[in-house]
């Protein structure tokens, strides 16, 4: 078999979002599953709606995730370009692009065209009227070539469009899709070469696949319609046409097309609301792959292994952020407590003012519970300051704010006197004959100031490895027998 080099063709029109990652990786897997070369090639010959600072994002972005191209355009090290068939940024290849379009209307598979904004409006018009899908209707095709060379010679604006073929059956099949066929007739004669000199996406990628030795085009399902017309260039250019394979589109949870309005899709937004790099690539791979088996959490490695076509949905994928939460716990809960510490600090700048023995105390107290690292600064704020109280909710159930006033100040005695443990509690509970709840309910909140937090016995011993632990507990109890 031929190597397999695949690419990943984002724009630069904002950050890399979750759809464009679920490519890249999809990319990366195949490459790496085939022993092929993963390359990144930036599509920015929309100058319209081009971002600046998404190359350098989506190049970021990828590295974070471990998914940095074998080949493509690079900025770390001072290294500018990897790879023999750069530049790798569709605007710093324009010439070769104008070159193949002036081939392709040598030979006649191209034309030049001449229409006006205001005839092409006029002929859409005519065509909705006549519920006719739009369609150029090869107008200058029919100029003469005389005619053509004046026109060029006056330096009219001009485009050049594929000259698309009547009556042709397009077939292609897809490595996901299976064969899919198009009539000719229904495809439009695209522009390949704009007005302003610059390449449409159609001719710049197949140009580019081609002269890149793209063996595989990797990409979503919006661009089944454009496939027919490259596959025509392809064979005006005589070139032999890659495998394609469409990914499924990615669905809300209410099953519409995923779109910005549906949360933060892009990547960057989720690294920084905490979610662990592994865990987005396990959520991603899922979105259209499925390794018909009970696993559900992935190496990069094994994911490598398992990846195949065969095992991914035609059908969309309903992007869930309720499972990435449950992916991101189960990292979670794997990390040891010192790797947790080092990514936390992030999110809990605090953390580096006290103690790591502490520290790794609160992580392990609450290590279970985390869905993601940013949660964990209001999660655990009252171990760093002291908490307000709101008097209602010190009372537990029933009680008379009396009851709970006596237990706390009997609690504060109790604490002051002993060795703070679980079970000095307990035995002072049962000895003085109180009811549990009316003494740790009521215990919890002076140390809190939370309506939900672990246990009073789990925090105090977080508090215990502090020296001046017994000291902070004690005055908690006080300010909150004071609030009531
Ligand atoms: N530039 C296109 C995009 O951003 C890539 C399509 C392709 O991979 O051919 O979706």
């Avoid at 690419?7 to 990786?25: C, D, E, Q």
Wanted: glycine letters at 6%.
């Amino acid at each position: 078999m031929s190597q397999i080099r695949v690419r990943f063709g984002p724009s630069p029109t904002g950050n890399l979002h979750v759809g464009g990652l679920r490519t890249a990786l999809y990319d990366y897997l195949f490459a790496k599953k085939n022993k092929g070369t993963y390359i990144l090639r930036i599509e920015d010959t929309d100058k319209a709606r081009t971002v600046p600072g998404a190359l350098d994002n989506i190049v970021q972005t990828l590295h974070e995730l471990g998914l940095t191209s074998d080949e493509g355009p690079y900025w770390n090290n001072g290294v500018k370009v990897r790879g023999d068939f750069g530049p790798y940024q569709q605007s710093e290849r324009l010439s070769l692009y104008s070159k193949h379009a002036g081939e392709l209307v040598k030979n006649k598979h191209a034309y030049y065209c001449f229409c006006t904004p205001e005839r092409l409006e006029e002929l859409r018009n005519t065509q909705e009227a006549a519920h006719q899908p739009p369609k150029y209707d090869k107008h200058c095709l029919k100029l003469t070539p005389e005619e053509v060379n004046q026109k060029l010679l006056n330096q009219e604006k001009h485009v050049v469009r594929l000259n698309v073929p009547a009556d042709q059956t397009i077939t292609f099949t897809d490595m996901v899709h299976g064969e899919i066929s198009i009539s000719s007739n229904d495809v439009d004669d695209q522009v390949l070469l704009k007005s302003d000199g610059y390449p449409t996406y159609h001719l710049a990628s197949v140009v580019d696949d081609h002269l890149m030795k793209i063996s595989h085009v990797i990409r979503g399902e919006e661009w089944i319609p454009s496939t027919p017309k490259h596959i025509l260039l392809y064979a005006a250019f005589e070139w032999d046409q890659p495998q394609f394979a469409h990914l499924p589109l990615l669905l809300s949870k209410s099953k519409k097309k995923l779109s910005k309005r549906d949360g933060d899709v892009a990547v960057k937004d989720f690294l920084k609301q905490g979610y662990l790099p592994e865990a987005l690539i396990n959520f991603v791979v899922f979105l259209g792959w499925n390794p018909k088996t009970e696993q559900e959490i992935f190496t990069i490695d094994e994911l490598v292994e398992q990846f195949s076509f065969g095992k991914v949905n035609k059908s969309g994928a309903v992007f869930d952020l309720d499972k990435l939460d449950w992916i991101n716990g189960m990292y979670i809960r794997k990390m040891d407590v010192k790797e947790l510490y080092d990514k936390i600090l992030l999110f809990l700048p605090e953390a580096e003012t006290k103690p790591k023995s502490f520290i790794y105390k609160i992580l392990e107290l609450e290590r279970e519970r985390l869905k993601k690292l940013s949660e964990i600064g209001e999660r655990v704020k009252y171990f760093f300051s002291d908490p307000e109280y709101d008097p209602k909710l010190l009372i537990w159930k029933k009680a008379s704010k009396e009851n709970i006033k006596r237990n706390l100040s009997s609690t504060y005695e109790h604490i002051r006197s002993q060795e703070v443990s679980e079970d000095s509690i307990k035995k002072f509970i049962e000895e003085n004959n109180l009811k549990t709840g009316e003494v740790l309910w009521p215990l919890r909140v002076a140390l809190t100031g939370m309506e939900a937090s672990p246990g009073p016995f789990e925090i105090m011993d977080t508090f215990m490895v502090l020296p001046n632990g017994k000291e902070l507990i004690l005055n908690r109890i006080n300010k909150a027998i004071s609030s009531l």
